[in-house]
């Protein structure tokens, strides 16, 4: 049943991310504002982003979502070859993360994990299904394993971490060894926590100054950028110079920005270059708009992306099948783990990883792919069961 | 068989809810930790922020002038031009000279010798085969070649460095480096500022004057900052920059306050110098990150009156960027001019003072300077109207060479010693009038009393003699007056035998001598004794010591400004002054001059008949036939005066020697005294053939200036 029917629309969803993307394009102004002479473009090109996602967006509301589930296997091989892809091209900054396009450059994790979301969701879905089979299990994690492993291999690893809450509520939602899965959470959490302490711990890099108790011996399996990061986090002076430059260069901004901020385009520690320029507009833009407006402006922010995520979860609710419910359940789960990974790093409370902000973070394909998944749970809540 | 019942657990919403719930937790905890941060902590952050980018920098003030008393400018505040370079613009793009400039001075710094090419081989180079390897060392010595390789291979140990390949540097003692190599890097400041100052300094054709290192360190702490790379240009080469570096960007005249002396010589001591000033103290909560570095008065007047005369330094605050740029300018305090000085000193009458000082007489050996000093006051009111001091240096070269300070300090002569001032000689027989004026006091009658000069005469067992046994004579029974004029030693010993040592103690501390002059504090030598006598030995030991005393030696020191605050005193009647130098000043040159009073230290209460006899000695000291300083009369002009010669021991190489420290004081007009001169040269003859001539040309020149004697023709 293809088609708009704009009763039937969630307008307030659409506004939210209306406005979501008018102050994105605002604040990546700000952004790399420096003077009235030097302003930069990227704003610009954020809202042609955000036009071409709105066409994405209308186009995949105005067909039946349960087209996607029949294209499902399609759109997963699709994804799966295109993260293969990204191991042809050169790495940048160390990873194969890019493929490079006229125009922009795409990120297919991004697609990766909407694809996870959608072909978990047609698989556990399809009538007849036995959640107490453990050959369902194993199919559901073959199924989110592989972009899993592919993405972990760019190396891509926060982005392939997000993959594991979004296939974990789709499969706990349906039923899926529901027991194994919740002692399985429980002890990542632990084995996570133990990490830290052991990171917090250990014998500090070679030129770095062993601060009292760092005694362990190296942990393996993380690499050393990836435990830098978490040493930033657990210990508040790891090398402020270096590591520990953006956390507290943003904790900084935060929180010199006040109740009220110190007003738009007078974000000191971004004009002047403390917050570091090429991720003031994209990872740390949450940053510039605490700053800035402060902590109404904050809080603000934070009640947009609350009244999403609800929206999100309500066209979960009275989706009319299993597929838009588990679907609808899974992106709203990816866009939380991006707007709290995101805000959370900007204030120290997780330690920094790439994990942009839904609609705000300048960057086409991210864009793209969110006003993507948004399409599919407007296009599921679109079709919802009437009471 | 039992077909498997389908087991789907019913999709309950509680999970849904469950997730939601989460999330909405999740948000709260972002909230509360952001209103932790951002209204808690809000003040912290603010600080750490303040702290990184709020810079302070002071600006220093014009300094203030000091003029003598007819207006003459004799410390002025000039501009000292420099070009220099503002860091801050030089964000070029690459450049291949200034990456090739700036591998060619680390290793210069490395090596510590001078490369083989210059700047225009390197732009030529590039220019040309960029391709090809640049030669820069041809030839090094083997220490040069050890210190090389052990550098560099701790230099390349960490990482590659671009531009020389780590295994063909080492090549038969030469250093070869790869520009096409350095194409592609960016450049960094110091790069850029250094091709900057090279590309100036054939421009201009004034060799460069600025070390690599020092660039490095004005970016890395004093970015903000104008670089002066060359200071007190010469208007040539200004006219120079102004013609062909115009068009280059980052450069700028920038104009310094300096300090500089017309008269040179002649007042060094009394004015003193200037030198770049300290580092500021940090004052309570106001760090200055920034100091641009005004300069310091450190001797004489400047340094007396520094605070006066340096104004007050301007603050500005500068919100810099994490290069360490300026990104505005937040808040300016101008600075605020210094206050000028003008002094009793006529820079006329100093001249001459310098000159009849150092003008050598017959016999003087003319490769020695002449040391001494020359004091003239008003003894009207005290004020001092020359104060010279011999040898003397010029403040300007002083401030501006390193060496030339040097060289003072290994000087013999001790040429920044302001004798006038800090110099404590035994007065000799110019004590005389003021131990006759004392015992005279006492005992009026003293007058009427005749001491014989003997040839051959003791105090005790020692032999004391007078001066004139020399001639093989003594000068047979004198009065006080007549012992004046001959300066007759035994008539001295045998008064202060008569009438003890506190009378012409008394009247020497009410005269000042042993105390202080009244200048300032910081410009006297200091009184080390905690008696009421100040420096004035209280107590003659013994009848020896008494006559020493007496004649104004042993004990008895005093300084030639002390000598002439005396001989003015005498000339006015008893009124003694409290040498004044300044005349006026005022805080800023908006304000109008303040006057500075002439203040009387004491009036000393001294019969006229006393104060008769001792000024007819003195005035028979220059006019009488048999008077010691025949050789001051001037003809038409009255003077009185007395001679000294002091004998002390010096030790020359092994030997002691016998010196004499040789003095006059003197007062003129008789009548209506004008001026009051106390002059001394130290290892003369005698104080009527060594200072003698001398004051005579001071008064000559003094009273052709004053109008009172027509000018000679000359």
Redesign the interface.
């Known amino acids: 049943m293809n088609g708009i029917q704009f009763k039937r629309l969630d307008w307030a969803m659409l506004g939210t991310i209306f406005i979501l993307i008018i102050l994105s394009a605002a604040f990546i102004y700000s952004a790399q504002f420096k003077s009235e002479e030097a302003v930069g473009t990227n704003w610009i090109k954020q809202l042609i982003f955000a036009g071409i996602g709105f066409g994405a967006y209308t186009t995949i509301v105005w067909f039946d979502y349960k087209r996607v589930a029949q294209f499902s296997w399609w759109i997963y091989g699709g994804v799966v070859f295109l993260l293969l892809l990204v191991f042809l091209f050169p790495k940048v900054n160390g990873a194969h993360r890019w493929i490079p396009l006229p125009g922009f450059t795409l990120q297919p994790s991004e697609l990766g994990k909407i694809a996870v979301a959608i072909s978990l969701s047609a698989f556990l879905s399809i009538p007849g299904r036995d959640m107490d089979e453990w050959r369902t299990f194993f199919s559901c994690s073959a199924i989110a394993g592989l972009p899993w492993l592919l993405i972990a291999a760019e190396p891509d690893l926060s982005t392939s971490l997000t993959l594991v809450p979004i296939s974990l509520s789709i499969m706990l939602y349906a039923g899926v060894q529901r027991r194994l899965l919740l002692i399985g959470i429980a002890s990542v959490v632990l084995c996570g926590a133990a990490a830290c302490l052991w990171i917090k711990y250990e014998k500090p890099p070679e030129g770095l100054p062993a601060a009292k108790g760092q005694i362990l011996p190296n942990m393996p399996i993380l690499r050393d950028y990836q435990k830098d990061r978490i040493r930033v986090f657990v210990r508040d002076d790891h090398d402020v110079a270096g590591a520990g430059w953006n956390k507290l260069q943003s904790q900084i901004a935060v929180g010199s920005g006040g109740l009220h901020g110190k007003g738009y385009l007078k974000g000191t520690q971004n004009i002047l270059g403390f917050l570091p320029r090429d991720v003031a507009p994209t990872d740390f833009i949450f940053c510039v708009i605490s700053e800035e407006t402060g902590f109404m402006g904050g809080v603000f922010m934070l009640i947009l992306y609350a009244i999403l995520l609800g929206r999100c979860t309500w066209a979960s609710l009275r989706s009319h099948d299993e597929f838009g419910r588990l679907m609808t359940l899974g992106i709203g789960v990816m866009l939380f783990c991006h707007v709290f990974v995101n805000i959370a790093m900007t204030i120290g409370l997780l330690p920094i990883t790439g994990l942009p902000l839904p609609l705000m973070s300048y960057g086409g394909s991210f864009m793209v792919s969110t006003m993507i998944a948004l399409g599919l749970v407007q296009s599921v809540y679109l079709r919802r069961r009437i009471r | 068989m039992a077909m498997?019942v389908?087991?789907?657990?019913e999709?309950s919403?509680v999970?849904?809810w469950t997730?939601?719930g989460l999330?909405?937790l999740?948000?709260s905890?972002?909230?509360s930790?952001?209103?932790q941060?951002?209204?808690k902590?809000?003040s912290?952050?603010?600080e750490?922020?303040n702290n990184?980018?709020v810079r302070r920098v002071r600006l220093p003030a014009v300094r203030g002038k000091i003029y003598d008393t007819h207006g003459t400018v004799l410390a002025d505040s000039i501009p000292n031009y420099c070009i220099a370079i503002y860091t801050e613009e030089l964000r070029a793009p690459r450049s291949t000279v200034a990456n090739t400039l700036e591998l060619m001075h680390t290793i210069w710094q490395k090596i510590g010798a001078p490369p083989d090419v210059t700047y225009h081989d390197i732009k030529r180079h590039i220019e040309l085969t960029p391709d090809e390897p640049l030669m820069l060392y041809k030839k090094l010595n083997d220490t040069q070649w050890g210190r090389w390789q052990q550098q560099f291979g701790e230099w390349s140990e960490k990482h590659k460095v671009p531009g020389l390949k780590t295994h063909d540097p080492l090549v038969s003692n030469q250093i070869v480096i790869h520009t096409s190599e350095l194409k592609k890097r960016s450049t960094t400041t110091a790069a850029n500022t250094l091709e900057l100052i090279y590309e100036i300094s054939e421009r201009i054709g004034v060799p460069r004057k600025v070390r690599f290192q020092d660039i490095k360190d004005h970016i890395y702490s004093q970015r903000p900052l104008p670089l002066l790379a060359w200071e007190n240009i010469d208007e040539e080469t200004m006219a120079k920059w102004a013609d062909r570096c115009s068009s280059l960007a980052g450069t700028d005249i920038y104009c310094k306050p300096d300090r500089t002396y017309p008269e040179g010589e002649a007042l060094a001591h009394l004015i003193g110098f200037t030198l770049e000033a300290d580092a500021i103290r940090e004052e309570e909560g106001e760090r200055v990150h920034f100091d641009i570095r005004g300069i310091r008065g450190r001797k004489g007047l400047e340094s007396t009156y520094n605070e006066l005369l340096e104004g007050e330094p301007g603050h500005q605050l500068v919100?810099?960027?994490?290069?360490g740029f300026r990104?505005r300018d937040l808040q300016t305090r101008p600075p605020k001019a210094g206050g000028d000085l003008q002094l009793t000193i006529d820079s006329n009458i100093q001249r001459f003072a310098i000159e009849a000082l150092t003008t050598r007489q017959d016999g003087e050996d003319p490769n020695l300077p002449v040391r001494g000093a020359c004091v003239v006051l008003d003894p009207n009111n005290g004020d001092v109207l020359a104060m010279a001091s011999s040898p003397s240096f010029d403040p300007n070269i002083y401030m501006q060479s390193k060496r030339y300070r040097q060289s003072l300090l290994k000087d013999t002569s001790a040429r920044t010693y302001h004798r006038a001032v800090f110099g404590q000689y035994p007065p000799g027989s110019t004590f005389k009038p003021l131990a006759a004026l004392g015992v005279l006091r006492e005992n009026p009658d003293y007058n009427e009393v005749l001491h014989d000069c003997r040839k051959g005469y003791k105090v005790g067992k020692r032999r004391m003699r007078c001066w004139a046994h020399k001639r093989g004579y003594g000068h047979g029974e004198v009065d006080v007056r007549q012992a004046l004029m001959y300066s007759c030693n035994v008539f001295m010993f045998d008064m202060a035998q008569a009438v003890g040592y506190a009378p012409i103690r008394d009247i020497s501390k009410e005269f000042g001598i042993g105390q202080y002059a009244g200048l300032f504090h910081d410009l006297e030598t200091p009184i080390q004794n905690n008696s009421k006598y100040g420096n004035l030995p209280e107590k003659a030991i013994n009848t020896v010591d008494l006559c020493n005393m007496s004649i104004g030696q042993g004990r008895i020191t005093a300084s030639p400004l002390q000598m002439a605050m005396t001989v003015a005193t005498i000339a006015n009647g008893g009124r003694l002054y409290r040498p004044r130098l300044v005349e006026k000043f005022r805080y800023s040159p908006d304000e109008e001059y303040r006057d500075n009073p002439t203040w009387a230290i004491r009036h000393i209460n001294i019969p006229s008949e006393a104060l008769e006899i001792v000024r007819g000695g003195m005035y028979d000291v220059v006019h009488h036939e048999e008077g010691t300083a025949t050789k001051v009369r001037i003809e038409g002009v009255k003077i009185a005066g007395k001679t000294g010669s002091a004998q002390y021991r010096k030790k020359v190489g092994d030997e002691v020697v016998d010196r004499t420290h040789t003095w006059m004081i003197s007062y003129a007009p008789f009548d209506f005294p004008r001026y009051a001169v106390a002059m001394l040269v130290e290892d003369g003859v005698s104080g009527g053939n060594t200072v003698g001539p001398r004051l005579r040309q001071l008064y000559r020149s003094i009273f052709e200036y004053d109008g009172t004697l027509a000018r000679s023709k000359s």
């Open positions: 498997k389908r087991s789907r657990k999709a919403p999970v849904i997730i939601l999330m909405l999740g948000m905890v972002l909230g930790k952001l209103w941060l951002q209204v902590r809000k912290g952050f603010e750490v922020f990184q980018s919100q810099i960027d994490v290069s990104y």
